[in-house]
């Protein structure tokens, strides 16, 4: 992409121009000496920010070296005279074409709306680019007739950003580690404590006169570790590093999630109570940093009230409609709807001082050592990106009431969600008689669940390590209809063995499981497969027998479905 739609008007003064290939910048319709005109191509070059001057009918004037760069363009190739002829050059840049070609459309007939907006690109290198334009006049004292455009490269920034908010997430976590490990140890106690006089009745009454009392001492130990498992499963949903994506959302959901893990992790005498209307209207957000942003509010609020007694915790939501944002914002809020969610509690409240001071990033009034200063500056960071913002009411003696202003969404959710498996002491066991190779490094998990497959009539082969599984596969004779992987392993991990052994067998049915959550599209980006189906630890029986029987159907059926694109 050497000069552009102008250059080629231009006049025999420009044959002393610089031609190389290197040269990236247009001259304006005006040529101007080779010598100034070279100091601006050079300057031009040095800007970090990729930029492209447009004039009024969105011709294409002038573009630096970094645009050409983050995009992908080579030098020497022929310039588009517009943006609509550029399209086409940079649409497979980006992920999705069709989010793409929208903010595309936008760029031509409403820049202004664009501002700050955030582009994410997967090639030629993976990037986050934020957009501005500005209005220019060509001539000084005349009006603005010309537009720039300029992509700033945020990926560090981004990246920055996304481990801060992992900190903070984990910090959460930690000062309510003391909370979790009693409700912990409480659900550990009634589990071993059936266990075991479960035990005795079968050793005092080995004839099986004792039968009922067992089998009710075993669906108690059953129903706590179903516990222990949601506890685990709420802690790693708020402790995952997740894909940032602002969707719409259901905002009781969010709130019902943050009070059940709030549940088991702060002191009984915390009361936490939650009101939210059926008719609250779904809003925009990210559902983790959602999440985060409630429990930041809900932990100040409980450190707040440390050592009080009838300590509360009162989250509602409502609809709101404002004819006001708060002055000094910058992410463009508007007038219009809101879902307004509010964290209240009846502590000592917050003295003027530290009211004027409260969103300062690294501002605690903490002892050094017990708290970063960094809760309430990211969770308003975080919702200001989502559009919105954050307001505190408080007042000596009387707790204080932090309220998160969030878009209320024109859409409706998608609630779709991973169903809870209910306690269920005796649960259905689907059947067959296939061949499936367990493969877990843990000796405990690899045996139960080959005892499981195998109560179910399947006949089970058993591995250590990913490394084992697949020599076992390489073994002449040895067929398996259905392999289940652990993804943590030594040697050779569950995706990797996945790729090696479908290698060998391209339409091998693979399951993985974890007990991590996992996004099994992630093995996709990173491996260029999917598995089967996926499971997390520790799975009862009903769902590895459904979940294996249910894989095993459809490869029965006919050939797996194609990879999402």
């Known amino acids: 992409m050497g000069r552009e739609s102008h250059a080629r008007e231009s006049s025999d003064d420009n044959s002393g121009m610089p031609n190389s290939p290197e040269e990236k910048v247009l001259s304006d319709p005006t040529p101007l000496p080779p010598y100034h005109l070279a100091r601006f191509h050079a300057l031009a070059d040095l800007i970090p920010d990729a930029f492209l001057v447009l004039d009024s009918s969105n011709r294409i004037l002038a573009a630096n070296a970094k645009f050409l760069e983050i995009f992908g363009l080579a030098p020497e190739l022929p310039c588009p005279s517009g943006l609509k002829d550029l399209q086409g050059q940079l649409e497979g840049c ?35 680019l934020k957009l501005s334009t500005i209005l220019v006049s060509p001539i000084p004292g005349t009006p603005a007739t010309e537009r720039v455009v300029f992509w700033r490269d945020r990926t560090d920034i981004r990246n920055l950003e996304g481990a801060l908010q992992q900190a903070q997430k984990m910090e959460a976590i930690g000062i309510l580690a003391g909370g979790i490990a009693h409700n912990f140890n409480n659900l550990l106690t009634a589990i071993t404590g059936n266990l075991g006089i479960a035990l005795q009745q079968l050793n005092a009454n080995p004839s099986g006169q004792s039968t009922a009392e067992v089998i009710s001492l075993l669906a108690d130990a059953f129903k706590a570790a179903a516990g222990g498992r949601e506890l685990v499963k709420q802690m790693l949903c708020h402790a995952r590093h997740n894909k940032h994506s602002v969707e719409s959302t259901d905002i009781r959901t969010i709130v019902t999630e943050v009070r059940d893990l709030l549940k088991h992790s702060i002191s009984v005498l915390v009361q936490v109570e939650v009101q939210t209307p059926r008719t609250l209207w779904p809003a925009m957000a990210d559902r983790s940093d959602l999440q985060q942003v409630l429990m930041n509010l809900c932990v100040n609020a409980v450190d707040a009230m440390k050592g009080r007694s009838n300590s509360e915790i009162l989250i509602t939501a409502s609809n709101r409609a404002r004819t006001a944002p708060p ?24 003295p003027s001082e530290v009211m004027s001071r409260l969103f ?40 204080a009431v932090f309220s998160v202003f969030l878009p209320r969404s024109t859409s409706m959710p998608d609630m779709a969600t991973t169903s809870v498996v209910t306690a269920n002491p005796i649960p259905p066991k689907p059947s067959g008689t296939e ?42 004779g ?88």
């Not at 992920?95 to 030629?124: G, M, R, T, V």
């Not at 045996?447 to 490394?467: E, H, I, M, P, W």
């Not at 249910?550 to 050939?559: A, E, I, T």
Request: aromatic share 8%; net charge negative; glycine share 10%.
């Open 360 to 399: 300062e990033p690294f501002f605690t009034t903490k002892p050094r050592g017990e708290g970063t200063g960094l809760g309430l500056s990211s969770s308003r960071d975080i919702v200001e990106k989502l559009g919105g913002w954050v307001e505190c009411e408080s007042h000596l003696g009387q707790g």
């Open 435 to 476: 061949v499936i190779l367990v493969v877990d490094d843990d000796p405990l998990v690899r045996n139960v669940s080959k005892r499981l497959l195998s109560g179910a009539g399947y006949q089970v082969f058993t591995a250590c390590d990913g490394q084992e599984a697949v020599d076992w596969m390489k073994t002449p």
């Open 478 to 565: 040895n067929v398996a209809d259905l392999v289940l992987l652990d993804v943590a392993m030594p040697r050779l991990s569950g995706p990797d063995a996945m790729v090696e052994i479908r290698k060998m067998i391209p339409s091998q049915p693979v399951v993985l499981c974890s007990g991590f959550l996992f996004d099994p599209a992630a093995f996709r980006d990173a491996h260029g497969m999917l598995p089967d189906a996926s499971l997390y630890k520790p799975y009862e029986v009903g769902e590895l027998t459904g979940t294996v029987r249910s894989v095993l159907d459809k490869h029965s059926s006919g050939p797996p479905p194609a990879l999402p694109s």
């Open 327 to 350: 002055e000094g914002l910058s992410n463009g809020a508007k007038l219009g709807d809101y879902v307004c969610i509010e964290v209240q509690d009846n502590g000592p409240g917050i």
């Open 94 to 128: 980006f992920a999705s074409p069709e989010a793409f070609a929208k903010k595309w459309q936008i760029l031509l007939n409403d820049p202004a709306s664009l501002y700050n907006e955030e582009w994410e690109l997967i090639k030629p290198a993976p990037k986050i």
